[in-house]
Structures are given as structure tokens and as C-alpha cells.
């Protein structure tokens, strides 16, 4: 899917580019969005049919009328019916991992990506503006432009595009959130915004009012993002399997910090049981990209060779027996798609019987010659095997003909049976059925095993029945989650835990350059040592008070030397300064929402202060007056231009979002004074 580019209708302060990157089109006809709209389809017709059994279910406990019951009980009935199919079709859903692969994939065993969590749309713009009004005494209608593009910024986040912008745009969503939830989500008034997402695998929505479900959702999102690009990659060039194989190591890197991160969400797919399993799957995924790799220059027909590929295929084999037996526990399996542990059990199968193809290739295709290095084949044959048949050795093995024949065709015979079982299970799940090319690589794979058995048929021999020891697993390369750079947590000092009053204007009067008071703090600045004597403490200046205006500069992100430097300009008339000062941050709960909470004492906090981080001169730089609310976390590390314009086409380097992005929040973002979570 590519990005559409559409009018934003604000004027980009980087550049002359009027456009602004969004998610994909929801109505491009292409297979994945086909497959996320009949997503977003099945779920409606779930919380349709669950209301309907709420219903039918409370009516049941309330009546007492026999006819009535009855006639409930056949409707709930029908209901369950109604819920088994679309749960039905929803796995179906998860199981169409043919959209996710690169079109141009044609000798790759199929990878498994994660469908996108689908939500509801959120209309931020009334609860904003009421808390902008009542918290901090300014009107909320100077931010109709920035709410909305908040609003364009979350909606966009539905629909991302499947590579690294895509990434970012959930990225840049993702980093709003904690500065979203300390200027607007108080533990001590309710938004009445509620947030809504549904189950990637049962459909069942989950409803917040608080920002913890949407904070995991977007991790989960964005998790879910790498392993499409994962699975889309082309893994029959090395630059192409490199992508995949960091696409899946950052997907279990964000799913373990969303397992770490919030423990207690209610989202049965973002559940500790749910994510380990699934970083065990996309762990799985990034070492069998990592064997392709290993194994796409082609594998020399050579003792060595041979036997570490032989390794390399049993570790493969070793995790995916992990991830099914993972997604074989209750209640993990009443949730995953079969095709998920059937997958994962026919890859168990694949690769442990390739693992003894290649023993079985070193034995029965290599002698013991005179020029070859006998301690050293002696030393990696022994570190293949965990025990060997009782009476033998290595060296046995290596020297005599025999043995080396006799263990040879037990590992060949044992490759056989493992490709007749991964076809087996193959042929018992209709979606994997719809896969040809994974039936084309598991039949040529057994057909190479028979092959080779044939090879080295004897007539005369009798039939030898001893098993094939098994195979230690062993990597050069071992698949590691990948954690994205993090991002710094929001600023704690203006937020909506605080309590301010309204802004008090104080008049100054310089009398021989004295202030009667002295200033202290990075930003905001503090008045401290105030003379109660002075004409500023007879105005109403308090001791404490942070100094939020100097004349018509807003300086609440200015250090002491700025602010000072403004009140050394003031003349003999004197200059009025604007100061705030902070109440008790534990007031009772208020028993209405913001909307209607109108005996709420008015507070002030910080709106909307930004400067221009590129003018290095003190005395040229200026204060907008006016930016987006949204950019209070960032001080001064973006321009005046609201924060929330999604993603410019420009690429040019001159707009804040180009600058190096991490992809998701660090820990410290959830875990700060001002998380409600």
C-alpha cells in the first residue's frame, strides 16, 4: 500500500509542500486493506450480536414467564450460533497470511503477520476544549485547528502504511499520548472521552476512559507493523532478509515492552500469556530468516558445512516446537487460529527433518580421507550428538564404513518420516491447503529425502531398524529482540495533576533598579527572597509565584537570564508581568465530568509556548503567543508550528519530524508522576 498525500489545509512552517503524510487509502483495493476492512466488518457484527445476548440474557434473569424463557432461550441460541460463525470468520481472517507476503515470493515458506487492532473514531475536540476553559482559564476554541489535527493524527494511525513511514506515524502518535494524558487526563475529573479497540483475535471490544488501552493498542499496532513488513520483505536477496530479520527482532522487542509495560490490560490478545507466546512466534520467524540467510549463497557440499547447517536447522526446528507448544496451552489455543500452531507444528516437523538430511548428506557422502583433519571432524561430530547408540564413538563413525553407512540411513529414514508428518498435518488444515507453494517446498524436500535413501539402497542388506540419535541445536546466530530507541516522558510541571490559579497581574515598579525580589529554576521561572515590603508584594506578588508573562512575552519555558534580560528593558513607567501560583494538588473528586464540573475553582497552567530552537541569538528570539497545546512536553525542541501536523511528503530534513525518530516510548514514559495507569 502506498501513503495518500491529502490537503491538510495548514501551512507547514518547514517548507511550501501544503501536504501532509497520512495512513493509507481505506478504500485502495488492494488485498491487505480488503482484509482489514472485513476485519473492521466481522467486529461490528460481533458487538452487534453481543449486545443482543446482554440483552436476551438480562431479560432471561428478569422474567418469571415460562413462554417467555423459552422463547429467549431459543433467540440466545441463535445468538451463540451467530457469534461461533463470525468468530469463525475472523480466524479465517488471521489465517490469510498469503496478503502479507511479498508478491514476488515463490520459494519461501510463508511467514505469520500480526492483523492490525481495529478502533473507533474519537472526537477529542468538545472535552478538550472544556478542560482548556475550565483548567486553564483560556479559550478552547483558539485550538479547534491543532485538536484536529490531533484528531487527523489518531485517525491516520488506523490506516498506516505498511514500511517505515507507517511506523513513524504511529510513532508520532505514540509519543503524544503521555503528553495528551499529563495536560488532559486528571485522576481527578473524568474526560468522559472513551476509547474503544477490539480484540485481534476474538473481536471483542474493550472500552477506557483512561489513555493505558490506547497507549497498548498503538504499542500492539506498531508491533503488529514490523511483522508485515517482516513477512512483505524479499527473502531471496540478503538486503531483503536483513529487513525481515530486523523487522521481527523489533516486533518482540515492542511486544516484550507492551508485555512489560502494562500488565494488567484487559485485551485478552495484549494478555502476559497472549505476548510471550507471541514473542516466542516472532523471535521463531527472525532465526528462520536468519537460516535463509545463512543458506542463500548455497551450501557447500562439505563436512563442516554440512554438519553446521545441520545445527542451524535443528535451532530453527527447537523454537518453533516452543511456539506450538505455547499456542497448544488452554486458554492461549481457545484463541490462536489453528493455522498458527499448525504452521508452527509443520515447520517443527520441516526443518528437524532437514537437520538430519544434512547428517545424513555428511555420513553417507564424505569418507575419512588421508588429507583430511581427523581430530577436528572427530571434535564437531561429537558436538552434533548429545548420546550416541550404545558401544560407539565418533571416531568409530568417522573410520569405519559401516557405522558411518548404518547411521547415515537412520538419519535419512528419520528425515523421511519428518517430511511425511509435516505433510500429514499439512493436508488437515483447509487454510494451509490454500498455500501451494508451501506444499511445493514440503514435497520437494521429502522427494530429495527419498531420493538420497534410494542412492544408497542395497539389495542384499537386511532392513535396519536403529533410530537416528537426535541432533543438538546449535547457532552462530541467535535471533534477539530488537528494542527501538526510546523517548523522553513528559515534562511534570505544567499538567492537568496541578492546580493553579488564575493569572494575577503584578505592576512593577523598578525603584534603583531593585525588584524587591530574586528569581530562581530553569523553566518555569520562580520568584524567591521576596522583600514583603517591596511595591511588587503590595501588588500581590507571592512568595513561590512562577512568572508566566513579562508584557505581552509569554516565558514560561524561559530560563532566569531570559526572563531577567526582559525586566532589565522596563522604563520608568514600569511593566506588567503576569504570575501564577500553585494550590493543593489533592482537592476531593468531583462528582461531575469537565463539561459540567462549573464549581471547580479556575486554574492556570501552561498553554502553548514553543521557540525556535535554530535562532542561537538571545535577543532575536521571540515567543509565538500562540502554538499548539500539544507541544508543551516538547520545550524548546520544536518550532511554533503546531506539533500535531501528521508527516510531510518533504523530506528535505528542514521539519522536526525528519529529524532521527525513536519508534515507541521508553518505559519511563508510562512510569512518570503524571501516568494515570
Given at each position: ?7 491538510n489545509?495548514?501551512k507547514?512552517?518547514?517548507g ?31 458487538i ?7 440483552g436476551?440474557?438480562n431479560?432471561?434473569?428478569a ?22 460463525l463470525?468468530?469463525?470468520?475472523l ?5 490469510s497470511v ?28 468538545t ?17 479547534e ?18 514500511n ?10 505514540s ?15 473524568q474526560?468522559?472521552i472513551?476509547?474503544t ?8 471490544p474493550?472500552?477506557q476512559?483512561?489513555?493505558?488501552l490506547e497507549?497498548a ?14 513477512t512483505?520483505?524479499?527473502r ?6 536483513e ?36 514473542i516466542?512466534?516472532m ?9 535463509e540467510k545463512?543458506?542463500?549463497p548455497g551450501?557447500r557440499?562439505?563436512?563442516?558445512s554440512?554438519?553446521k547447517?545441520?545445527?542451524e536447522a ?11 507448544q505455547?499456542?497448544?496451552q488452554?486458554?492461549i ?17 520441516h ?14 557422502d564424505?569418507q575419512l ?7 577436528q ?12 547408540p550404545?558401544?560407539?564413538?565418533p571416531?568409530d ?13 537412520a ?13 500429514r498435518?499439512y493436508?488437515l488444515?483447509?487454510h ?19 531420493n ?10 537386511f ?6 540419535p ?18 523522553k516522558?513528559?515534562l ?10 488564575a ?5 512593577l ?6 525588584l524587591?525580589?530574586?528569581?530562581k529554576g ?5 520568584v524567591?527572597?521576596?522583600d514583603?515590603l517591596c ?12 512568572i ?5 512575552t509569554?516565558?514560561?519555558w524561559?530560563g ?9 528593558d522596563v522604563?520608568?513607567?514600569?511593566i506588567d508581568i503576569?504570575?501564577v501560583s ?8 468531583p ?14 497552567s501552561?498553554?502553548?509556548l ?9 535577543k532575536?528570539?521571540?515567543?509565538s503567543?500562540?502554538?499548539?497545546f500539544?507541544?508543551?512536553g516538547l ?6 508550528a503546531?506539533?500535531?501536523s501528521l ?7 528542514t521539519?522536526?519530524?525528519?529529524k532521527?525518530r525513536?519508534s ?12 494515570l495507569?
Open positions: 500500500m502506498t501513503d495518500a498525500l491529502l490537503p489545509g495548514i507547514d512552517s518547514g511550501d509542500n501544503n501536504y501532509f503524510r497520512k495512513g493509507c487509502n481505506p478504500f485502495a483495493q488492494t488485498g491487505r486493506s480488503k482484509l482489514q476492512n472485513k476485519r473492521a466488518s466481522v467486529n461490528q457484527q460481533i452487534k450480536q453481543m449486545r443482543m445476548r446482554a436476551a440474557e431479560l432471561l434473569k422474567t418469571s414467564n415460562n413462554k417467555v424463557k423459552e422463547m429467549v432461550l431459543l433467540e440466545l441460541s441463535y445468538v451463540n450460533s451467530n457469534l461461533q463470525l468468530m469463525g470468520q480466524e479465517g481472517l488471521n489465517s498469503e496478503v502479507y507476503q511479498n508478491t514476488h515470493e515463490t520459494a519461501n515458506i510463508p511467514l505469520i503477520a500480526l492483523g492490525l487492532k481495529e478502533t473507533k473514531e474519537v472526537d477529542f475536540s472535552p478538550f476544549k472544556d478542560i482548556i476553559l475550565e483548567h486553564y482559564s483560556e479559550d478552547g476554541n483558539n485550538f485547528d491543532e485538536i484536529a489535527d490531533l484528531m487527523d493524527l489518531r485517525q491516520a494511525c488506523r490506516t498506516p502504511s505498511r517505515e513511514a507507517g511506523v513513524e506515524l504511529l510513532a508520532k502518535y509519543s503524544h499520548l503521555p503528553l495528551m494524558e499529563s495536560r488532559f487526563f486528571s485522576p481527578t475529573r474526560t468522559g472513551f476509547f479497540w477490539y480484540d485481534s483475535f476474538t473481536g471483542v474493550v472500552c476512559q483512561n489513555l493505558s497507549k493498542s498503538i504499542l500492539f499496532n506498531m508491533a503488529a507493523l514490523y511483522s508485515q513488513i517482516g512483505r520483505s524479499d531471496q536477496t540478503i538486503v531483503g532478509l529487513e525481515a530479520i530486523s523487522s521481527f527482532q523489533k516486533a518482540a522487542g515492542i511486544l516484550n515492552h507492551l508485555k512489560e509495560t502494562f500488565t494488567h490490560t484487559p485485551s485478552y490478545d495484549m494478555s502476559p500469556a497472549m505476548l510471550s507466546m507471541l516466542r512466534m523471535l521463531a520467524q527472525a532465526q528462520e530468516c536468519l537460516f545463512t543458506a542463500l551450501i557440499n562439505q563436512f563442516f554440512l554438519l547447517m545441520a545445527q535443528a535451532k530453527v526446528s527447537e523454537i518453533y516446537d516452543q511456539v506450538h505455547s499456542m497448544i488452554t486458554p489455543k481457545d484463541n490462536v487460529p489453528l493455522f498458527w500452531s499448525t504452521m508452527s507444528q509443520v515447520k517443527t516437523n526443518y528437524c527433518s532437514m537437520a538430519h538430511y544434512f547428517v545424513a548428506s555428511v555420513l553417507l564424505h580421507g588421508p588429507s583430511d583433519d581427523e581430530d571432524q572427530e571434535k564437531t561430530l561429537s558436538q552434533v550428538y548429545d548420546r550416541l550404545e558401544g560407539r564413538s571416531l563413525i568417522l573410520k569405519k564404513k559401516d557405522e558411518r553407512e548404518r547411521i547415515g540411513k538419519h535419512i529414514r528419520r528425515a523421511i518420516q519428518g517430511h511425511e508428518e509435516a505433510l498435518i493436508s488444515c483447509h494451509l491447503n490454500k498455500l501451494e507453494v508451501l506444499q511445493d517446498i514440503l514435497k520437494a524436500s521429502h522427494e530429495r529425502s527419498l538420497k535413501s534410494t542412492e544408497n539402497e542395497s539389495e542384499e542388506e532392513a535396519d531398524y536403529m533410530e537416528a537426535d541432533i543438538i541445536s546449535k547457532t552462530e546466530h541467535k535471533a534477539e529482540m530488537e528494542v527501538p530507541a526510546t523517548t516522558g513528559p511534570s510541571v505544567f499538567s492537568a495533576k496541578q492546580r493553579w490559579t493569572p494575577r497581574t503584578i505592576r515598579h523598578p525603584e534603583d533598579r531593585d524587591g525580589f530574586t528569581l530553569e523553566t518555569p521561572v520562580q524567591v527572597s521576596l514583603p511595591p511588587a508584594a503590595a501588588d500581590g506578588l507571592k512568595e513561590g509565584d512562577y508566566v508573562a513579562v508584557g505581552d509569554d516565558c514560561k524561559m532566569v537570564s531570559e526572563v531577567m534580560r526582559l525586566l532589565k522604563n520608568e513607567e514600569g503576569q504570575v500553585m494550590m493543593d494538588s489533592n482537592p476531593p473528586m462528582t461531575k465530568s469537565a463539561t459540567f464540573c462549573g464549581n471547580l475553582p479556575k486554574t492556570y501552561m498553554i502553548c514553543a521557540y525556535d530552537d535554530d535562532d542561537k541569538n538571545p532575536s528570539r521571540k515567543v503567543k500562540k502554538s499548539s500539544i507541544s508543551w520545550k524548546n525542541k520544536l518550532k511554533s503546531s506539533t500535531l508527516p510531510t511528503a518533504d523530506h528535505s530534513g521539519l522536526p519530524w525528519n532521527p525513536p515507541f516510548p521508553s518505559s519511563s514514559s508510562y512510569n512518570n508522576d503524571s501516568v495507569y
